[in-house]
């Protein structure tokens, strides 16, 4: 168990990769806090725990948009379990709009909801950590964050913001032993891809898996045991990294130049 006697919080866990995120960290050890929006999938997720043999986990309803939310979400932890070694920004929501038809309202949600809430988490967290001698954290981005993509402005300009957040605040807290890292995920078969394409719908999760050189979209625990493993001490030397986990979308353009 890699992390035993570690207190891990995950927002967006109630749902897709935040769960998952979630319940590996508690199978190595870890107490976990999950945070969520959504506080029914936030108590679904913390139950999956509990019911395992030594699992320990709390679920909190926070809106990660708002500051003093955020913060409740740190003191819990503190609360619960005395320390804060771990933080995955996780929460996210996405937008598949052209710039004529986004309103004001729905730019401000995901740029709050993406890259506010990721600054917020930091912000509460890296106190914490400090005083616990050091700590990790993990943003998750998307691969948005590293190439342009149709209709998907807004998400992308969010997630590239994570990016560099994410490299800024990795050179104000290494020398605290605190290392923030970021994962840049493709597609990833949670809700979330449902709001884009109908998940039940074979064909459909075929053609978005096309677009990956390796032919498919990822489970969420394929992006979890990147988490895990960011947060372990096998990444000791590991802070202001943007790991690419994506199946191979920004590896260059999927088909052939040639015609033969
Ligand atoms: N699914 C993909 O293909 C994909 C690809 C790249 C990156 N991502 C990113 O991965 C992360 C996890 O997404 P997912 O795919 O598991 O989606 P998901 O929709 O299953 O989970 C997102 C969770 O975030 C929560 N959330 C939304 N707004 C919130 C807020 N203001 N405060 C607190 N919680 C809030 C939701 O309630 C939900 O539980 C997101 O940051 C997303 O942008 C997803």
């Not at 990769?17 to 679904?44: H, M, P, S, Y």
């Not at 807290?173 to 970021?182: A, F, L, S, T």
């Not at 947060?231 to 994506?246: K, L, N, Y």
């Amino acid at each position: 168990m890699k992390f035993t006697g570690q207190v891990a919080i995950v927002t967006g866990g109630g749902s897709g990769q935040g769960r998952a995120t979630a319940l590996l960290f508690a199978q190595e050890g870890a107490k976990v806090i999950v945070g969520d929006l959504n506080d029914k999938g936030a108590a679904e997720t913390a139950h999956l725990i509990n019911r395992q043999e030594g699992g320990q986990a709390t679920a909190v309803k926070v809106n990660v948009t708002k500051a003093d939310e955020v913060q409740g979400l740190i003191d819990t932890a503190l609360a619960h379990y005395g320390r804060v070694d771990i933080l995955i920004n996780n929460a996210g929501a996405t937008l598949f709009k052209g710039i004529e038809e986004t309103s004001e309202a729905e730019w401000d949600r995901i740029l709050d909801t993406n890259l506010k809430g990721v600054f917020l988490g930091c912000k509460s967290a890296i106190p914490a950590m400090r005083r616990s001698g050091g700590g990790s954290i993990v943003n998750i981005a998307s691969v948005a964050g590293l190439i342009g993509m149709p209709q998907h402005f807004a998400y992308c300009a969010a997630k590239a913001g994570v990016i560099h957040l994410t490299k800024s605040l990795a050179l104000d807290h290494g020398n605290e032993n605190i290392r923030i890292n970021c994962i840049c995920p493709g597609g990833v078969l949670t809700p979330m891809l449902g709001e884009v394409i109908d998940v039940h719908n074979p064909a459909q999760i075929e053609r978005v898996g096309k677009q990956h050189a390796l032919g498919r979209i990822a489970d969420p625990e394929e992006i979890a045991r990147v988490s895990l493993f960011l947060c372990s001490p096998d990444a000791s030397f590991m802070t202001g990294a943007a790991v690419t986990v994506d199946g191979g979308i920004a590896a260059g353009r999927m088909g052939h130049i040639h015609s033969r």
